[in-house]
């Protein structure tokens, strides 16, 4: 689990770096500041794919071993796991579709952010459910 967690860190560490190369100015070479470029977004986007990649497991397999869905919305669903599988690959692709909506239409801090929260938000839950899964052996 601990291993599970440095690799998600890791993955949002080389997120929020700046990426240079395609951002820098023809005249002076400098970059521009701040996380941009489309390294930072596929990198989120990764992110957020693994983050509910390791909820739907980390869900069912403690669900599998008599734990309880605290999330009211998805109570139904956990006792059905394909179906809870593909609900949460929706919610990724739906969240990693609009940022590159946002994105195309030049709305790119926007997409940043929205990536970044929704990283940040399925990090308190894969840490959640790595502490509920420790629990529940």
């Known amino acids: 689990m601990k291993r599970i967690l440095a690799i998600l860190f890791a993955l949002g560490a080389i997120a929020s770096a700046p ?11 400098v970059p521009a500041p701040g996380p941009t470029g489309r390294f930072t977004v596929v990198s ?3 992110g957020i794919a693994a983050l509910q ?3 739907g497991y980390s869900t069912v397999a403690a669900i599998n071993r008599g734990a309880t869905e605290s999330n ?25 579709v609009t940022a590159e909506q946002l994105w195309r239409q030049h709305h790119r801090t926007g997409a940043i952010a929205l990536l970044l929260i929704s990283n940040g938000m399925m990090a308190v839950v894969a840490a959640n459910n790595a502490s509920v899964l420790r629990q529940v052996r």
């Open 19 to 29: 990426a240079y190369g395609a951002d820098e100015t023809a005249a002076d070479n």
């Open 44 to 46: 989120l986007e990764i």
């Open 53 to 55: 990649a390791y909820d």
């Open 72 to 96: 009211a919305i998805m109570s139904g669903l956990v006792s059905h796991p394909p179906a809870f599988l593909v609900v949460k690959g929706a919610l990724a692709g739906v969240t990693i």
